[in-house]
């Protein structure tokens, strides 16, 4: 699975961005896919992830009630609605691909994209 991140930009606090994730390969459908985001000097950490058939998704506390992750297996896509952004959201966000169930941990990943920098300014 080949994975592609775009959508990602400069937003000002309070605002919103979308990022969107186009994946290859026939077994799309079969991953749980996941957002990390990894902010400058720190570790990467989990944003959220969907189940393969989108009926489960799980959010980082951080993120919950503002950030909305969806899957769509007929475009091999997922993306990631981010709402009310703060600053404390800037970060490189990768989108990820795991053969395992829903897993927070990144080392579980098994297929990453190049990364999509979102900025929010206060």
């Known amino acids: 699975v080949q994975l592609q991140a775009s959508g990602g930009g400069l937003a000002q606090a309070g605002g919103s961005l979308r990022l969107s994730c186009l994946a290859s390969?026939?077994?799309?459908?079969?991953?749980?896919m996941g957002w990390f985001r990894q902010a400058p000097g720190k570790e990467r950490e989990f944003v959220v992830a969907?189940?393969?058939?989108?009926?489960?998704?799980y959010y980082a506390d951080s993120v919950k009630g503002r950030f909305t992750m969806f899957r769509d297996n007929f475009k091999n896509t997922v993306s990631l609605q981010m709402n009310s952004l703060k600053p404390e959201d800037t970060a490189v966000y990768y989108c990820?691909?795991?053969?395992?169930?829903?897993?927070?941990?990144?080392?579980?990943?098994?297929?990453w994209g190049q990364g999509t920098l979102v900025t929010v300014s206060s």
């Open positions: 969907i189940s393969w058939s989108a009926g489960n998704s």
């Open positions: 390969g026939r077994t799309f459908s079969s991953y749980t």
């Open positions: 990820a691909a795991t053969s395992h169930a829903y897993t927070r941990s990144a080392k579980t990943y098994d297929y």
